[in-house]
């Protein structure tokens, strides 16, 4: 696979718009539009970079589809889930709502964590 339908992919996979990721990348929504058009062409490296970054994947996995980034942060959610599951409950509830805290941080808080 290449650049078009790995951005396609992750765009799918992580339910970003096109429009959410030309506000976060600094992209126009119609060059991304464009690379994702069945003859558009892969973007210059620097607007990959941002792209990359703002899907926090590799460029390599854009460009080829492999990333071993992910590979091994699967390996690190699995080490992670084995020490949390070995935690007291209090201390486990802390680190969950740590957790969340750091989620809605980075990605809004849509339902607000009050009404937890």
């Known amino acids: 696979m290449g650049f078009r339908e790995n951005l396609k992919g992750e765009l799918t996979y992580q339910d970003i718009t096109v429009k959410e990721l030309a506000e976060q990348t600094g992209i126009s929504k119609h060059t991304i539009d464009h690379y994702l058009t069945k003859n558009g062409s892969r973007p210059q490296v620097e607007l990959a970079v941002k792209i990359a970054r703002a899907?926090?994947?590799?460029?390599?996995?854009?460009?080829?589809?492999?990333?071993?980034?992910?590979?091994?942060?699967?390996?690190?959610?699995?080490?992670?889930?084995?020490?949390?599951?070995?935690?007291?409950?209090?201390?486990?509830?802390?680190?969950?709502?740590?957790?969340?805290?750091?989620?809605?941080?980075?990605?809004?808080?849509?339902?607000?964590?009050?009404?937890?």
């Open 55 to 116: 899907l926090n994947v590799s460029v390599e996995y854009l460009v080829y589809g492999n990333n071993p980034t992910k590979t091994e942060n699967f390996r690190n959610i699995n080490d992670l889930a084995d020490k949390l599951s070995k935690l007291s409950d209090n201390d486990f509830e802390f680190a969950k709502r740590l957790i969340e805290l750091l989620y809605y941080k980075k990605n809004g808080d849509k339902n607000s964590m009050h009404s937890r």
